[in-house]
Antibody, heavy 119, light 107 residues
Framework: QVQLVQSGAELKRPGSSVRVSCRVSGGSFTTSSFSWVRQAPGQGLEWMGRIIPILNVANYTEKFQARIKISGDRSTNTAYMELRSLRFDDTAVYYC????????????WGQGTPVTVSS | DIQMTQSPSSLSASVGDRVTMSCRASQSIDIHLNWYQQKPGKVPKLLIHGASTLQSGVPSRFSGSRSGTDFTLTISGLQPEDFATYFCQQGYSSPQTFGPGTKVEVK
């Protein structure tokens, strides 16, 4: 059974950076890809990008392209998402999720990491 | 980017009701439409992938269908644990995009 365990809540100042980790257990880190999805308070879900660990390739949605980095560490089966130049509207719960199937569904999710951007 | 719309934004229903909600894609996405259930403060849960395939472990009262770019999620016999928000998501092209959700509330 695949489990994704994320790092804890973060409180950040505007203009700073945040790095969220997602440790994958139960296998599949190098046979899957992993996405990052965020959800602002009371809002919907927004896909940010993904990492393909076996290729060490990441791709991002255009909205975040300039200030996001998604990476993976195959030695620890951990994916990372770093978001720079934080703004107030980056306050959200950030999820990692495993990509699955030909329809690119997200079948396993981390527990979510709340990131609050506040001065 | 492919835009996803959902209707209604919310609905009120009673236990035992048959509930349907819709999701529409702004262009063809073939069958690559997935449905999720999310309860307040909880992680989204995959219900249906590929428009109509039930994810393992999901009760059979949930079903999905497709007509062109229109997709429907049906709950046949609403249960107390089904009051939640339901999101659709297209996996046809990057960036994957989600609909804004349909909230199922107690009538």
């Amino acid at each position: 059974q695949v489990q994704l365990v994320q790092s804890g809540a973060e409180l950040k100042r505007p203009g700073s950076s945040v790095r969220v980790s997602c440790r994958v257990s139960g296998g599949s880190f190098t046979t899957s890809s992993f996405s990052w999805v965020r959800q602002a308070p009371g809002q919907g879900l927004e896909w940010m990008g993904r990492i393909i660990p076996i290729l060490n390739v990441a791709n991002y949605t255009e909205k975040f392209q300039a200030r996001i980095k998604i990476s993976g560490d195959r030695s620890t089966n951990t994916a990372y998402m770093e978001l720079r130049s934080l703004r107030f509207d980056d306050t959200a719960v950030y999820y990692c999720a495993r990509d699955w199937g030909i329809s690119w569904a997200f079948d396993n999710w981390g527990q979510g990491t709340p990131v609050t951007v506040s001065s | 980017d492919i835009q996803m719309t959902q209707s209604p934004s919310s609905l009120s229903a009673s236990v035992g009701d048959r509930v349907t909600m819709s999701c529409r894609a702004s262009q063809s996405i073939d069958i690559h439409l997935n449905w999720y259930q999310q309860k307040p403060g909880k992680v989204p849960k995959l219900l249906i992938h590929g428009a109509s395939t039930l994810q393992s472990g999901v009760p059979s009262r949930f079903s999905g269908s497709r007509s062109g770019t229109d997709f429907t999620l049906t709950i046949s016999g609403l249960q107390p644990e089904d009051f939640a928000t339901y999101f659709c998501q297209q996996g046809y092209s990057s960036p994957q995009t989600f609909g804004p959700g349909t909230k199922v509330e107690v009538k």
